[in-house]
């Protein structure tokens, strides 16, 4: 069957990897990537795609909703996956607004560009919103999310999140705009950007600096290899139904802590190192205001609807994880070099 399907933030961390899962697996399907090119959004992500015929790149910005509408009109998409966003949590701590202006109001912009194409019917057609697990809020040490736990965000990224998240269902309450919604947990993999605890470990291992735990350390995530997100995606994208939402996840949770044990163990393996050396620069330094006890995802819809199962163990997607920042050590000296220092001084000096 032939599709246009507009992906948003596909030259982000995750939408890389999803943009490439569309192009390779979908031939039919011509993918357009409309990507800002903000300091996360990088081309060097797709280099092995960039050249297949159904792949395109559109540089723009979601907050312009002038030219986001001659987006839509120019490629007519009839399916919309939307990643494009401000990502990191310390960064909303620091500038909230720039989280409203992408999360929210860009979010709102390519709804009303869906919905204007998509004035003569609905059939065929889909809005897909990428969201997180953060929307939900903490938990204490025990329970899960699941897709019924109400919103309590804390963070303005994760306000901003669950403002588009209810946005996305206002413009299927009220218009009959046909959505799905995934709220995954965090994610790690190939392509990450250093600023994330997983990332930024190994970079720091790789350059002798210190690994700074935020608080005690026994704040915990959930963590789901990236490319199981992007299958994830591709499965509620086509099978989801009409108006649901799907939480994402490996039931996978870690002590922060110990996930950078973890890591400082592979790493010295892969380095030739002794045990224990890069443990030696584990510091723990001072808190994240407001940080999140727990995250954790019940994924029982995904599974029992969708069949969804990851295809990787946390310790093999680590270890492949580590094994690509070993093999593109340009990748990373690329997106280290010029703002990334300004951004990692002033955060951690
Ligand atoms: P990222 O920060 O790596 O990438 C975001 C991408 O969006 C970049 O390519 C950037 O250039 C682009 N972008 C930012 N502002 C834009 C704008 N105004 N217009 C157009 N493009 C813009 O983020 P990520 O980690 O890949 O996350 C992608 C999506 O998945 C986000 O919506 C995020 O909330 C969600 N999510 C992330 C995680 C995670 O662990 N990283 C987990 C669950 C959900
Ligand atoms: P992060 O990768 O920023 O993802 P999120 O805040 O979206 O969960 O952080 C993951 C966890 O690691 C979180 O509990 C904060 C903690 N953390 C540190 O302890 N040190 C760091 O330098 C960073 C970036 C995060």
Redesign the pocket.
């Known amino acids: 069957m032939e599709r246009t399907i507009l992906i948003?933030?596909?030259?982000?961390?995750?939408?890389?990897h999803v943009v490439r899962e569309f192009v390779i697996k979908y031939p039919s399907y011509q993918i357009i990537n409309?990507?800002?090119?903000?300091?996360?959004?990088?081309l060097e992500?797709l280099k092995d795609i960039e050249n297949k015929s159904n792949y395109t790149f559109v540089k723009?910005?979601?907050?312009?909703a002038t030219v986001i509408m001659d987006v839509f009109q120019q490629y007519q998409p009839d399916g919309v996956i939307?990643?494009?966003?401000?990502?990191?949590v310390d960064r909303s701590i620091t500038d909230p607004t720039?989280f409203v202006?992408?999360?929210v109001i860009?979010t709102v912009n390519l709804l009303n560009a869906a919905k204007e194409i998509w004035k003569d019917g609905f059939e065929g057609k889909r809005f897909h919103?990428?969201?997180?697990?953060?929307v939900y809020g903490a938990l204490r040490e025990t329970g899960l999310f699941t897709e019924d736990t109400k919103y309590d965000p804390h963070s303005p990224?994760s306000a901003s999140?669950a403002s588009?998240d209810h946005f996305v269902r206002a413009y299927h309450d009220t218009y009959g705009l046909p959505i799905v919604l995934?709220?995954?947990?965090?994610?790690?993999g190939p392509?990450?950007?250093p600023e994330?605890l997983i990332p930024l470990c190994i970079h720091n291992i790789l350059n002798n600096k210190p690994l700074p735990i935020y608080g005690n350390g026994k704040y915990t995530r959930d963590w789901?290899f990236?490319i199981d997100?992007a299958k994830a995606i591709d499965l509620v994208f086509h099978n989801g139904k009409n108006g649901d939402s799907y939480n994402?996840g490996g039931f996978n949770e870690w002590q922060n802590i110990d996930l950078v044990k973890e890591l400082c163990r592979q790493m010295d393996e892969k380095l030739g190192k002794p045990e224990g050396t890069s443990m030696q620069l584990i510091t723990y330094v001072k808190d994240r205001p407001g940080h999140d006890l727990r995250y954790a995802i019940d994924a029982t819809k995904i599974n029992q609807e969708l069949g969804y199962e990851p295809s990787v163990t946390f310790e093999q997607g680590l270890s492949k994880t580590i094994d690509w920042f070993l093999s593109n050590p340009n990748w990373l000296d690329h997106v280290t070099s010029g703002d990334y220092q300004k951004y990692y001084d002033k955060q951690y000096n």
Not at 182 to 188: F, I
Request: with cysteine.
């Open positions: 948003t933030g596909g030259a982000g961390f995750i939408g890389s409309l990507d800002a090119l903000t300091y996360a959004g990088n992500n723009a910005d979601i907050t312009d939307h990643l494009a966003a401000e990502s990191h720039a202006m992408t999360n860009g919103h990428v969201s997180t697990d953060e990224y999140k588009s995934t709220n995954c947990s965090n994610n790690y392509n990450h950007f994330k789901l990236v997100h994402v």
